[in-house]
């Protein structure tokens, strides 16, 4: 999976740039030939055009010190809203288990009342049936995920943290026993990621996915291209259009590549 990010990264060094890793960016601001970032260790790298990868809230909200006095910025906020993170499983799972079963993907929900409710549907993926390479002979790997939401997490206690992901992941385990009858006694490794583990990991204001629209009708259809009302600063990902996943947000990427080297006379 990072084969695609790697082979970027070669192609950025190989044409001069500079990746800095692990550089955690805390506010943008404007500077005399184009626009600057400071970074968590009070660095700061001025260039003549920034393009920031992280969500629109996460954008303007907070590197910009909430910065939503344009019309478009504020016409953004108020057509997206941020969808939920997830409850995520992954579990290393005897092989004898399903050996029958054919199907990467699997849906779970047994009430379509429930279907948009916190943790009320289950997606899994066994993504060994297709490539057995990718686990440990003998074991498959199971990838069950459920939508959650960061105030159900928001707060605890170390303790109480560690209590919730054990009670939640066994209770998706044992909502996922009806598919995989004794799952529970086939598990010989099990971690459990939550939407502060998405928000620390990934960056992502509260775990989200994603923005998503609040009203049907636009879409994502209302989603900004890649510049903003801040001259020399773009933006790029799922808060532009066309929006969530990583066919989507390539076509982003390159869309604002082209757009920042016109705009540099390239
Ligand atoms: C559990 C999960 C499963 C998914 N499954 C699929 C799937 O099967 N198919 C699919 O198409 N999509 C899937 N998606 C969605 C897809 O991953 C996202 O839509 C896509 O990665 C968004 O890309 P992005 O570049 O906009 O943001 P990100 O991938 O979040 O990249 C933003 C980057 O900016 C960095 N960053 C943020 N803030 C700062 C800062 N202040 N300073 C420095 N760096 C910062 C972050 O660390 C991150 O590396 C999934 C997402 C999740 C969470």
């Keep these: 999976m990072g084969q695609i990010a790697l082979t970027l990264a070669e192609g950025i ?19 005399r030939s184009g626009m600057a970032v400071k970074l968590a260790t009070g660095e700061t790298l ?3 055009r920034v393009i920031s990868n992280s969500t629109r809230w996460d954008t303007f909200q907070n590197l910009l010190g909430n910065n939503k006095s344009s019309w478009w910025e504020k016409t953004w906020f108020d057509r997206y809203e941020k969808s939920p993170s997830f409850l995520s499983l992954h579990l290393g799972v005897d092989r004898s288990l399903v050996s029958n079963v054919q199907d990467c993907h699997h849906i779970l929900l047994e009430d379509w009342a429930k279907m948009e409710d916190e943790q009320g549907t289950i ?9 057995p390479s990718l686990a440990p002979e003998g074991y498959h790997i199971f990838h069950a995920f459920t939508p959650s939401w960061m105030s159900q997490w928001h707060g605890l206690s170390s303790a109480a943290y560690e209590q919730k992901k054990e009670k939640d992941a066994e209770q998706i385990i044992d909502r996922l026993e009806r598919i995989f009858p004794g799952l529970s006694k086939a598990i010989d490794y099990q971690e ?10 990934l960056g992502r204001v509260d775990g989200t996915y994603g923005p ?3 009203n049907r009708p636009l879409g994502l259809i209302g989603m900004p291209f890649n510049r903003t009302s801040i001259p020399n600063l773009f933006c790029v990902g799922d808060s532009t259009f066309p929006g969530q996943g990583l066919n989507a947000v390539a076509f982003s990427g390159f869309a604002c590549a082209h757009l920042v080297a016109c705009s540099l006379g390239k």
């Design 46 to 48: 001025t260039a003549k």
């Design 13 to 31: 060094e190989a044409k001069g740039g500079k990746i800095r890793y692990g550089a955690r960016v805390t506010q943008i601001l404007p500077a």
């Design 123 to 131: 997606f899994l993926s066994i993504p060994t049936i297709l490539d």
């Design 192 to 201: 459990v990621g939550t939407p502060r583990t998405h928000r620390r990991f």
């Design 212 to 214: 998503i629209p609040k």
